[in-house]
């Protein structure tokens, strides 16, 4: 398998988010803040992307009708923004972070703001997947030790269409070995790059 790169144009950021979709993202960045302040110990793998940039690159894939299904997951996926951006958009969609604080955080947001998002404590990081001691001393910032979650989401890897994460700096080969590993042909899967923006690439 391979993974082939798909172009996401820079005019994605012309792109209007929807009403409903700014709220979520004033509100959880508000929440964010405080949360960060509030004395409890620091979470020190969490840092949040550019959640307006997700939702243009999400409604970009989406009016170019890239997707092959409607299943979305976000690896780590933190305060749930994605996950909720990609909910309110119509998807199915589901969250897996292996903080319980954060997991917490993303059920209160999606519950308050009324969104159709699920979220899964636990790590996203398949078993037995090949090579996956010798990947792993690639990352530092994810958790490769845990058991992974699918068995409780109901849902295996293949069963997605649309992968999100935020890899910390130099961690993306990490991310798109095991989604090439076992994501299904045609999955998408969408890294956000901090200055470098959003990258795509689908299974081929
Ligand atoms: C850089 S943050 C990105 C958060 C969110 N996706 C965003 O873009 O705002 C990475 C997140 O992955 C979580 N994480 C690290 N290893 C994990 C694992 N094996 N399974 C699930 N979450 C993990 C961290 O706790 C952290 O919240």
Redesign the pocket.
Known sequence: MALQSIEVPDSIKQIAMPKQAETLIDDAIRRIESFMLSGQAV?E?????D?QLFGQALSWIQQNHLLTGSRFI??????G??TMLAAMSGMESVG????PR?VEQSENLADDLHIDAQFYC????PRNVEDLAELATEVQ????Q?GDVYHEIGLEMDDFDLF?????PGEHTFFEAIFDARAANAALLLT?RGRDGMNLVRKI
């Open positions: 979470i793998n969490f840092v949040r992307c959640f976000e690896l780590g996926s933190g305060f923004v994605a897996v972070e292996i903080e954060l636990g790590s996203f990081v910032n994810v958790d490769t845990e999100f994460a935020f890899p910390w956000y």
